[in-house]
């Protein structure tokens, strides 16, 4: 197809306007991928419905919010495939034809699994479609034969069961039909939320890549400093401070001197939260205003998902037919 280094695919599950915690754990990578490899983003709305099957009346919504933020962000549809799963009919159709192949023991030992039916309370996720989720993943991205796959570490588990997959197909059939994709993890960043937690919308503790320039001085002052300090020259340690993460993130030439002055006591943390206030400016100014003009044209999502589902379905079908060959269908 190209002098690329190979396919990618990633998805997210529309949740609404990203924050910073997406833009730094995934985004930023998917941007600078898309000049190296064929990249496929999907925006992974029947994978949403494993844990919100009961309310789903905002998914409409969220997937224009999200793929806006994706747009606004510098993922370029002239570059990438940005399409949404349930548009292209064969991610079902893999995945059945996956499962009959797949050991029950395989899905229920992922470890996000387990975790997941502990940690959502007030659900029932004892589902065939929870349990199934990571296979449905497996099947977007062998759907595509992506070599590799960007992720969080929480996802690795599921790129191994992924590879796991591909062996298994390959070697009941006797054919290399899917490669075993890597997993391409993010740059380890921490982003805390205001609340010096871990930035999430479940804690509500977000600073949204949408938000108005104006407004991000008032939420960096929200933000956890080291409680230890009390008056302008205590010592401080910015270890334990998120405004100090932040820095780390959008004014790393600076992080030497933030930290000698924090410790020294030498400058207060007023100061300090407005120096990383402009530096968030900065950044967000321009994924603001590439917003508000994407805003302008209300079918431009439309016609992107549109277009990207056709290229999608195109690579999906070529797959198809080599599977069902290969397991006697077709
Ligand atoms: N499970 C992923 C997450 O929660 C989303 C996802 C679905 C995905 N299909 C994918 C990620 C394929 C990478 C590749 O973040
Ligand atoms: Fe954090 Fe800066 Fe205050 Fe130090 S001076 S505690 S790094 S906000």
């Known amino acids: 197809m190209s002098e690329k280094k190979g396919t990618i695919l990633s998805g997210m599950r529309p949740t609404g306007k990203l ?27 029947w994978h949403a419905l494993t844990t919100s099957y009961e309310e789903t009346g905002n998914i409409k919504d969220s997937i224009n919010e999200m793929v806006l933020d994706w747009l606004s962000c510098g993922i370029d549809p002239e570059k990438a495939v940005i399409f949404k799963q349930s548009d292209v009919k064969a991610h079902a159709e893999l995945h059945l034809l996956l499962s009959m192949l797949t050991p029950l023991s395989w899905l229920e030992r992922i470890p996000t699994y387990k ?65 075993e994709p890597a997993t391409i993890l993010n740059e380890y960043k921490i982003v805390p939320g205001l609340d010096n937690r871990k930035m999430s919308k479940s804690y509500d503790n977000v600073i949204e890549i949408s938000i108005h320039p104006e407004e991000i001085p008032g939420r960096v002052r929200m933000m956890i400093t080291d409680p230890g300090r009390i008056r302008k ?83 999906a079908e070529g797959t198809m037919e080599e599977i069902r060959s290969a397991m006697g269908l077709g």
């Open 19 to 45: 924050h910073m915690g997406n833009m730094f754990g995934a985004l930023d990578n998917w941007v600078k991928l898309q000049d190296e490899y064929d990249c496929f983003f999907c925006v992974v709305d």
């Open 115 to 179: 975790e997941q039916l502990k940690q959502i309370e007030g659900r029932n996720l004892a589902t065939y479609g929870f349990l199934g989720y990571p296979l449905l993943q497996a099947a977007d991205i062998l759907l595509y034969k992506a070599n590799a796959v960007p992720v969080g570490e929480d996802q690795a588990p599921h790129i191994e069961f992924t590879r796991e997959i591909a062996r298994r197909v390959n070697y009941l059939y006797g054919q290399t039909i899917f490669p």
């Open 233 to 315: 020259n205590d010592p401080g340690n910015p270890e334990i401070c998120s405004i100090f993460a932040f820095h780390r993130i959008f004014n790393p030439p600076g992080l030497g001197n933030i930290e000698v002055s924090c410790r020294g006591g030498e400058i207060g943390c007023v100061e300090c939260k407005k120096d990383l206030s402009s530096w968030i400016q900065k950044y967000l100014e321009p994924v603001y205003s590439k917003r508000r003009e994407l805003e302008k044209d209300p079918q431009k999502i439309r016609h992107i998902l549109e277009e990207g589902k056709k290229k999608a379905e195109k690579v």
